[in-house]
């Protein structure tokens, strides 16, 4: 049995964090806001939920399921090295668009999927978002649809498609963008973008002082 939350009303917000964390502490899932589009989420180290997520988008372990934090000193537990790249990029554009692919800390327990030791981490930027993972820790965080179907900028689009499948639905107002986070690669050498959305390859190319091109792999 789903429940709907609202976290639109201040007053409300603490009280549908509460449930929405429970949730995500019993090994449940949840579908929250995001700044890009709604995301289906867990426990990023419930080895369990993770398979139910991939389960309820229809997905295989060769479709990984990214991860959200919820401060930037969250991230340097969770990777092998943090370089001076992936601090620029944090510094920049977090909490904000960008997820970045990085090899994860090899001592970590969780199973994202087929990542051949590598993670995409994210910081959104939307407040119930932070609220949520501050209060879970990481969570395994991917877009609240369907694969294949179109991603969900409003609870009720999300709770159409994935239905009795998630505990909680928190009902966050409209997507900020409605445009999926920018990728960009940092596990492989030289700075890749694999999807371009929320932030340009503009903008990241002048923190990391290349060019479009450079990043998009055409030169």
Not at 110 to 123: A, E, F, H, I, S
Request: contains cysteine.
């Amino acid at each position: 049995m789903s429940q709907r939350v609202d976290a639109t009303d201040p007053n409300d917000r603490e009280r549908a964090i509460e449930i929405a964390a429970s949730a995500v502490d019993g090994g449940r899932l949840v579908v929250l806001p995001t700044d890009t589009v709604y995301g289906i989420g867990c426990d990023a180290f419930d080895n369990q939920a993770v398979e139910a997520l991939l389960r309820a988008k229809g997905r295989g372990p060769d479709m990984p399921v990214p991860v959200l934090v919820g401060s930037w000193d969250t991230i340097q537990g969770l990777v092998r090295d943090y370089t001076y790249n992936m601090r620029l990029l944090v510094e920049a554009f977090w909490p904000g668009g960008l997820s970045m692919v990085v090899h994860q800390a090899p001592s970590l327990p969780w199973n994202l999927g087929d990542t051949r030791g590598t993670v995409m981490l994210r910081m959104p930027e939307h407040p119930i978002a932070i609220e949520l993972l501050n209060q879970t820790g990481p969570m395994a965080v991917s877009s609240a649809n369907i694969s294949g179907q179109p991603p969900a900028t409003n609870v009720q689009m999300a709770e159409d498609q994935l239905g009795a499948d998630v505990a909680v639905y928190i009902n966050g107002g409209n997507a900020t963008h409605g445009v999926a986070s920018t990728i960009v690669d940092l596990s492989s050498g030289r700075p890749r973008i694999l999807r371009e959305g929320a932030i340009t390859a503009e903008q990241i190319g002048r923190v990391l002082g290349m060019s479009p091109a450079e990043l998009r792999g055409e030169i």
